[in-house]
């Protein structure tokens, strides 16, 4: 006997929603690559290697 399977699909989001989750988790990745970027210069600063 096959199982009778419920499309559990809804409306698509409205385009603005996608566009805002998309920019807010872009912006996130972006701000999360810079402190990274920034605690890097700072221990490689501390452990004396500064660009003359």
Do not use: C, D, F, Y
Not at 4 to 17: F, I, R, T
């Amino acid at each position: 006997m096959q199982e009778k399977h419920e499309s559990g699909a809804s409306k698509p989001k409205p385009l603005w929603k996608r566009m805002t989750w998309l920019v807010l988790i872009w912006s996130a990745s972006v701000l999360a690559l810079g402190v990274v970027a920034w605690l890097l210069r700072q221990a490689m600063t501390a452990a004396g290697l500064t660009s003359p």
